[in-house]
């Protein structure tokens, strides 16, 4: 009932934000906030991947990375294999993992290879929303 209360009303409260700013003499965020639940808006690590086959294995490959995103911030890149979400393997992902992982207010560990070097990371989810 709050998530939908706050979605209803979410776009007067940021008017009345980026007015009061203005007041102040202080300049509003040069992107609108967000926030998850709008439409089109849910929190993301800013990357796409692809589930693809190698040798009978099912591997997540990074296929892109979008601009100032949570996911370029932390070093990832194009053509990255996620091992590992804030120590889940991929072999077990499932959705209820994935959204508690989007929705944690931290930073959780990613783990991927690049080629053939393991690296680890720190991401937080953002809200992000598509146009």
Known sequence: ML???????WPAVL????????????SPPAEPLKMAGEPGCLPRFGFDEARVMDDCQALYKI??????????????RVGDIIEA????????????DLVEIYEKPTSVP??????????????????????
């Open 15 to 26: 008017q009345q934000i980026n007015e009061s700013l203005q007041s102040l003499q202080v």
């Open 110 to 131: 990613i783990k991927v290879s690049r080629n053939g070097e393991t690296l680890r990371r720190s991401i937080r989810a953002e809200v992000m929303c598509t146009q």
């Open 85 to 96: 979400i804030d120590s889940v393997p991929v072999e077990t992902w499932n959705n209820e």
């Open 3 to 9: 998530n939908r209360m706050l979605t209803r009303h």
């Open 63 to 76: 296929t892109k990375v979008l601009p100032h995103s949570p996911a370029q911030k932390s070093g990832l």
